[in-house]
């Protein structure tokens, strides 16, 4: 998994998006494609041919933004969700009140875990941790849908070692990761077999069926740590990437 945290920090973020050039996404494609090349071969010189080969065949990537920072993650071969969130206190309601109208999303042992956290605050940080894994559950295989969303159940020791079953049977196709990061946000990542994804995301993918050395290869890779940039860092990047 090759990633990138972009710290907005004062700046709100549709003032971000707007004072960016219009090449951003193509520039921050073409920038994760290398960020992988550098990974597996050491060149960084990517090109279009690097898609129909092993190495890249289903490049993706996947952007999730909330409070301070926006993330991007990318994967080669398997599909990658990513989902940042930003512990914001409710205004206007309770932590009780602000969460109730979710638990329908949570298994009957996840709302437990959640509503017996601890203290308020303990209760709304471990409800985004839940979330935020659901979130990157959905978007890692493209449905955009919720539905059923209970019948996919977490389990972690501390947040690590982080599982997940469909129905009480165990996902061993999936990995997930969650990370803490500062000023209370974290992040959290789902990388799966293309085999799960929604029909019609499925559809856009250069190769679906893998030998298992294959797959395993890809659901093994080793993951590299996020690199969190500043605002100009990201504008300097796309400036050299334009040139």
């Given at each position: 998994m090759?990633?990138?945290l972009i ?8 003032l971000l998006?707007?004072?960016l050039?219009?090449?951003l996404p193509?520039t ?6 290398c960020?992988?090349g550098r990974q597996k ?6 090109h ?9 065949p289903?490049?993706?990537?996947n ?6 920072y ?10 990658v969700?990513?989902d940042?969130?930003s ?17 329908s999303?949570?298994s009957?042992?996840e709302w437990?875990n ?11 940080v471990e409800f ?8 990157a559950y ?9 539905e059923g ?9 501390r947040w690590?070692?982080?599982?997940a ?10 990995r997930?990761?969650?990370f ?5 946000h974290c ?18 993918l ?8 294959e797959?395993?290869?890809g659901?093994?890779l080793?993951?590299?740590d ?6 100009e860092?990201?504008?300097?990047i796309?400036q050299?990437?334009?040139?």
């Amino acid at each position: 998994m090759g990633g990138e945290l972009i710290k907005v920090g004062a700046t709100p973020l549709s003032l971000l998006l707007r004072s960016l050039p219009p090449s951003l996404p193509r520039t921050l494609l073409r920038y994760q494609v290398c960020e992988i090349g550098r990974q597996k071969t050491c060149t960084c010189q990517p090109h279009a041919s690097d898609y129909d080969g092993l190495r890249f065949p289903n490049f993706n990537f996947n952007v999730s933004h909330h409070g301070d920072y926006v993330a991007i993650a990318s994967e080669p071969v398997c599909l990658v969700g990513i989902d940042i969130v930003s512990y914001d206190v409710p205004q206007g309601e309770t932590i009780t009140e602000f969460i109730q109208p979710f638990s329908s999303y949570f298994s009957c042992l996840e709302w437990d875990n959640i509503v017996m956290a601890g203290t308020s605050d303990d209760v709304l940080v471990e409800f985004y941790r839940y979330w935020s894994l659901k979130e990157a559950y959905v978007k890692a295989i493209g449905s955009g849908l919720t539905e059923g969303l209970n019948k996919v159940e977490f389990s972690h020791t501390r947040w690590t070692n982080i599982s997940a079953k469909v129905n009480g049977k165990v996902m061993t196709q999936w990995r997930f990761w969650l990370f803490e990061l500062e000023d209370r946000h974290c992040v959290s990542i789902a990388r799966v077999h293309p085999v799960s994804a929604a029909t019609s995301y499925k559809r856009t993918l250069k190769k679906v069926e893998f030998t298992e050395e294959e797959y395993t290869l890809g659901l093994h890779l080793p993951n590299v740590d996020f690199v969190q940039l500043g605002i100009e860092q990201l504008i300097s990047i796309i400036q050299k990437a334009s040139d």
